[in-house]
């Protein structure tokens, strides 16, 4: 190890292995159900077991030509896009005018904004159940947009909030002092600045709509079942080898989405370790 | 003279600049303000409104009262010592004749019903039965003919109680208390009293979870910021592709695994160690295992940036002033970690008490927690009072619990070296 000069005891080393083998276990039990999942969807048997009998598309086929899959993508990515759009409207503004609005206030408003990620889903979708039923927004795409951004916006917020805070003001100032109008100085000074923060924020958001099923179990109707409404009807009834394609599927996103991230983040620690 | 003149001109600049800079302060807060603004106003429509709403529907008691508005009336003036007069029994034969045409007996029998056993029949029989308004100062004998239960005082103090329009009945309901014919709260019979049983089986799971998280996720936190940063950054995909994966495919996923044909009882079996399939999901254990899975990266990620922050000069200075490691460990490291410790265990158990999902896929009928209940209820089988009285319990503990966790990690970061 890098750190042999604090491992001097035989007990420190003791202990320093039992870290690794506890750590490595412990990274097993998180990662094997996901990798263990797939591949099954490859399996040309019907059971989800090993042995594979053989390797096969035919789950992938099935995923594909069956109307119920597809539409249930087709909506969660058009519930997710629609959502991540007005959730990085509404959150890039309000997360601009926080780090300029000084309030005793402020934390407070700042705590009402971030509920909606601490509040159960429970809670938000009996509320909007409730709410939303009378003016017709239950069984629509519209409220599952309008819920699904109430919950990815708090994400909006944090991370372009903690890019606006490591950004330096001064830029903003001189761009005005060189005579640019605050919307000009914006688009070329400012945007992209926090462009980095932006992205993440947008994929946070989409993360968000495009795992959301509480929500959608209370509100959607057939014809707005997303993907992980239509696994959670799967599961309920019994696993086919089509879910673990499906599974599979957002997996494959998840990692899109992850890698996007981790793009994002070295990116920025490479600007800022070339800036100091 | 020249100094006074000096300082006076002084001042008639100074204000005025002054008074510029704090209006142009004042419009630049009135402006952030304004950015703020459409959130706080989608906010109030998209999640505070719908949550006040289901608060609201916690007191809200007022199908008895349109249903049975003249006995609500005439019930208003009752003392419920004795069983109430004449009119009140007048009031009650001609609202049953009344919604009876309308329709709406079953609206006001399944209220009361919730609060007496028993009395969807006594209501529906009584409609069913009373062919006509009774003869004036005939209403008493006449209903309580028609059912001997109008003779007694307890349902008709049902009936005041349920009067509203405002009423405590599910609020208590949700605590296993209720009112009793003298209208004093006491405990709630025990065919009814499940809820409190709930709330401490929806404890302890996110207890067992929270607990599981730390004692996995300390050693795995402790590795990553301790490792150099290339090689930790490798391994936090482990900790971050789940953290990523969808919940319904990680669920999915440990169906397969554990299921009694599934993965891990196949393989054990196929190994030899067993010869019965293992009952490792639908109970108890799976949903331990299943949240732990979910809930484990909310563990990790605080502590790790915790831990990232304690300078290793401290336990090097420790072990140079002679303390065993085990002892610096536990004086030196151990505490500086519990900011860590509480934030992210705080998180966890945040997060596992409003949890349905998983529950639901994997746990059998005694492994439902409280949000399980709160879903039936406003779904299956329409008790939405009990429902949003459950939902402003469970709102009530996760906002007092994320209160404690604002304060401690807003107190981390003033102490923690977080501000640059």
């Known amino acids: 190890?890098?750190?042999?000069?604090?491992?001097?005891?035989?007990?420190?080393?003791?202990?320093?292995?039992?870290?690794?083998?506890?750590?490595?276990?412990?990274?097993?039990?998180?990662?094997?159900?996901?990798?263990?999942?797939?591949?099954?969807?490859?399996?040309?048997?019907?059971?989800?077991?090993?042995?594979?009998?053989?390797?096969?598309?035919?789950?992938?086929?099935?995923?594909?030509?069956?109307?119920?899959?597809?539409?249930?993508?087709?909506?969660?990515?058009?519930?997710?896009?629609?959502?991540?759009?007005?959730?990085?409207?509404?959150?890039?503004?309000?997360?601009?005018?926080?780090?300029?609005?000084?309030?005793?206030?402020?934390?407070?408003?700042?705590?009402?904004?971030?509920?909606?990620?601490?509040?159960?889903?429970?809670?938000?979708?009996?509320?909007?159940?409730?709410?939303?039923?009378?003016?017709?927004?239950?069984?629509?795409?519209?409220?599952?947009?309008?819920?699904?951004?109430?919950?990815?916006?708090?994400?909006?917020?944090?991370?372009?909030?903690?890019?606006?805070?490591?950004?330096?003001?001064n830029l903003a100032r001189a761009?005005?002092?060189?005579?640019?109008?605050?919307?000009?100085?914006?688009?070329?000074?400012?945007?992209?600045?926090?462009?980095?923060?932006?992205?993440?924020?947008?994929?946070?958001?989409?993360?968000?709509?495009?795992?959301?099923?509480?929500?959608v179990l209370f509100m959607a109707g057939p014809e707005q079942r997303t993907l992980p409404r239509e696994m959670f009807s799967g599961i309920r009834e019994n696993i086919s080898p089509t879910m673990t394609a499906a599974a599979v599927i957002l997996t494959t996103v998840s990692v899109i989405l992850l890698a996007t991230m981790e793009g994002l983040r070295r990116r920025n620690e490479r600007l800022k370790g070339g800036g100091s | 003279m020249t100094a006074a003149s000096l300082t006076g001109a002084n001042a008639s600049t100074e204000v005025p600049l002054k008074r510029r800079l704090r209006r142009a302060e004042r419009t630049r807060q009135v402006k952030a303000l304004a950015l703020v603004a459409p959130l706080?106003?989608?906010?109030?429509?998209?999640?505070?409104?719908?949550?006040?709403?289901?608060?609201?529907?916690?007191?809200d008691d007022r199908e008895v009262r349109q249903v049975l508005p003249q006995t609500v009336a005439a019930l208003a003036a009752w003392d419920g010592k004795d069983l109430p007069d004449e009119t009140a029994f007048a009031a009650l034969a001609s609202d049953i004749q009344a919604a009876r045409a309308s329709g709406t007996v079953a609206i006001a029998a399944k209220r009361l019903n919730?609060?007496?056993?028993?009395?969807?029949?006594?209501?529906?029989?009584?409609?069913?039965?009373?062919?006509?308004?009774?003869?004036?100062?005939?209403?008493?004998?006449?209903?309580?003919?028609?059912?001997?239960?109008?003779?007694?005082?307890?349902?008709?103090?049902?009936?005041?109680?349920?009067?509203?329009?405002?009423?405590?009945?599910?609020?208590?309901?949700?605590?296993?208390?209720?009112?009793?014919?003298?209208?004093?709260?006491?405990?709630?019979?025990?065919?009814?009293?499940?809820?409190?049983?709930?709330?401490?089986?929806?404890?302890?799971?996110?207890f067992?979870?929270?607990?599981?998280?730390?004692?996995?996720?300390?050693?795995?936190?402790?590795?990553?910021?301790?490792?150099?940063?290339?090689?930790?950054?490798?391994?936090?995909?482990?900790?971050?592709?789940?953290?990523?994966?969808?919940?319904?495919?990680?669920?999915?996923?440990?169906?397969?695994?554990?299921?009694?044909?599934?993965?891990?009882?196949?393989?054990?079996?196929?190994?030899?160690i067993i010869d019965e399939p293992l009952r490792l999901i639908y109970n108890r254990f799976g949903v331990c295992v299943a949240m732990t899975h979910v809930l484990l990266p909310f563990m990790i990620l605080p502590l790790y940036s915790s831990m990232k922050a304690i300078s290793p000069a401290y336990m090097r200075a420790a072990a140079s002033l002679g303390a065993p490691p085990v002892t610096a460990f536990l004086r030196i490291y151990l505490p500086q970690t519990l900011p860590g410790i509480g934030a992210g265990s705080l998180l966890v158990f945040i997060l596992a008490l409003g949890y349905y999902i998983t529950p639901a896929l994997v746990?059998?009928?005694?492994?439902?927690?409280?949000?399980?209940?709160?879903?039936?209820?406003?779904?299956?089988?329409?008790?939405?009072?009990?429902?949003s009285a459950l939902g402003a319990v469970l709102l009530l503990a996760t906002l007092l619990l994320a209160l404690v966790y604002g304060k401690l990690v807003q107190g981390q970061q003033v102490t923690g070296g977080m501000k640059n």
């Open chain 1, 1 to 169: 190890m890098n750190d042999n000069s604090s491992l001097r005891t035989p007990s420190q080393r003791i202990a320093w292995t039992a870290t690794i083998v506890v750590s490595t276990l412990v990274f097993i039990f998180l990662i094997a159900p996901i990798l263990a999942i797939m591949p099954l969807s490859f399996s040309s048997g019907s059971y989800l077991t090993y042995p594979l009998p053989g390797l096969s598309w035919r789950w992938y086929d099935d995923f594909i030509t069956s109307p119920r899959w597809m539409n249930s993508l087709k909506n969660s990515l058009i519930i997710g896009v629609a959502s991540t759009a007005l959730s990085m409207v509404l959150g890039t503004l309000a997360a601009l005018g926080l780090a300029q609005w000084k309030s005793r206030f402020k934390p407070l408003v700042l705590a009402f904004v971030l509920s909606p990620v601490v509040v159960p889903g429970v809670i938000t979708a009996v509320g909007l159940y409730f709410f939303f039923a009378p003016i017709g927004l239950t069984g629509s795409y519209l409220g599952l947009i309008l819920a699904h951004t109430a919950l990815a916006t708090p994400f909006v917020v944090i991370t372009v909030g903690a890019t606006l805070q490591s950004f330096d003001t």
């Open chain 1, 175 to 215: 761009a005005a002092s060189l005579g640019a109008s605050p919307l000009y100085a914006f688009r070329r000074v400012i945007l992209p600045l926090i462009l980095p923060g932006l992205a993440s924020g947008a994929l946070f958001a989409f993360a968000t709509s495009f795992d959301e099923v509480v929500i």
């Open chain 2, 40 to 59: 706080l106003v989608f906010l109030l429509f998209t999640f505070a409104g719908p949550i006040a709403g289901m608060l609201w529907r916690s007191v």
């Open chain 2, 114 to 206: 919730y609060a007496l056993n028993g009395f969807r029949t006594i209501l529906t029989s009584t409609a069913r039965n009373l062919k006509a308004v009774p003869e004036p100062g005939t209403a008493k004998e006449t209903l309580g003919r028609i059912n001997a239960a109008w003779r007694e005082r307890a349902t008709w103090t049902t009936i005041k109680d349920a009067g509203g329009p405002i009423t405590g009945f599910y609020l208590l309901a949700a605590l296993d208390l209720t009112r009793n014919v003298d209208g004093a709260i006491v405990a709630a019979s025990p065919d009814q009293a499940i809820y409190r049983s709930l709330f401490a089986r929806t404890f302890i799971i996110s």
């Open chain 2, 208 to 272: 067992s979870v929270t607990a599981l998280c730390l004692i996995l996720g300390f050693p795995v936190a402790y590795l990553l910021a301790t490792l150099p940063p290339g090689r930790s950054n490798l391994l936090m995909i482990f900790v971050l592709l789940p953290f990523w994966t969808s919940l319904l495919v990680r669920t999915c996923a440990w169906i397969v695994l554990l299921q009694s044909k599934g993965v891990v009882n196949d393989s054990l079996h196929w190994l030899g």
């Open chain 2, 363 to 387: 746990g059998g009928a005694a492994d439902q927690m409280i949000s399980y209940f709160i879903a039936l209820y406003t779904t299956e089988t329409a008790n939405w009072g009990l429902a």
